[in-house]
T-cell receptor, first 113, second 108 residues
Framework: DTGVSQDPRHKITKRGQNVTFRCDPI?????LYWYRQTLGQGPEFLTY????????KSRLLSDRFSAERPKGSFSTLEIQRTEQGDSAMYLC???????????FGPGTRLTVL | GQQLNQSPQSMFIQEGEDVSMNCTSS?????WLWYKQDPGEGPVLLIA?????ELTSNGRLTAQFGITRKDSFLNISASIPSDVGIYFC????????FGAGTRLTVKP
């Protein structure tokens, strides 16, 4: 399977704990995106990388959130001091250079108790 | 919050019927895309539109990029049970904005 993969698929954590998610994009794609999706809504943009550079961050990305893509391949999204309002599906997508079509992974569903 | 208004919110149709849904925005977009999402999965790209007025088909699906660049529609012809899911429109400039989705239920 050469699509976008995400790990873990599900994460249950207690409020106040830190969590980290991983995304592996399609191998030749240089752009990688993170989104958050809550029930009944479409995905909301969080941030995106072109190669290893983080080029844009949404105001939704509070200072408890940090994303990295150190080698321009896989990316991690960390949430520190989780809150119940962080419960959502976190989606990763990737796209090729010069192409606006984004391909999504299966998502990581986070539940904060 | 969402900048795209997608309608209808939900549809209940009989197998074999045609379906139409649309998306409007107060903003102009360079690209319109339509995705389908099944429960517990990520969205899957159905159709991408790049030019105002463009009409593109993918099997039983047809989508159009509105002339004003502020709207798009998606039609599904002769629906089948596996068309069930949530359909999202998305508009892209420098980042991508999604509608809230249209939940489609197909009764056999």
């Amino acid at each position: 399977d050469t699509g976008v993969s995400q790990d873990p698929r599900h994460k249950i954590t207690k409020r106040g704990q830190n969590v980290t998610f991983r995304c592996d994009p399609i191998s030749e794609h240089n752009r990688l995106y993170w989104y958050r999706q809550t029930l009944g809504q479409g995905p909301e943009f969080l941030t995106y990388f072109q190669n290893e550079a983080q080029l844009e961050k949404s105001r939704l990305l509070s200072d408890r959130f940090s994303a990295e893509r150190p080698k321009g391949s896989f990316s991690t999204l960390e949430i520190q001091r989780t809150e119940q309002g962080d419960s959502a599906m976190y989606l990763c997508a990737s796209s090729a250079r010069g192409v606006n079509e984004q391909f999504f992974g299966p998502g990581t569903r986070l539940t904060v108790l | 919050g969402q900048q795209l208004n997608q309608s209808p919110q939900s549809m209940f149709i009989q197998e074999g019927e045609d379906v139409s849904m649309n998306c409007t925005s107060s903003s102009i977009f360079n690209t319109w895309l339509w995705y389908k999402q099944d429960p517990g999965e990520g969205p899957v790209l159905l159709i991408a539109l790049y030019k105002a007025g463009e009409l593109t088909s993918n099997g039983r699906l047809t989508a159009q990029f509105g002339i004003t660049r502020k709207d798009s529609f998606l039609n599904i012809s002769a629906s089948i049970p596996s068309d069930v899911g949530i359909y999202f429109c998305a508009g892209e400039n420098n980042d991508m904005r999604f509608g809230a989705g249209t939940r489609l239920t197909v009764k056999p």
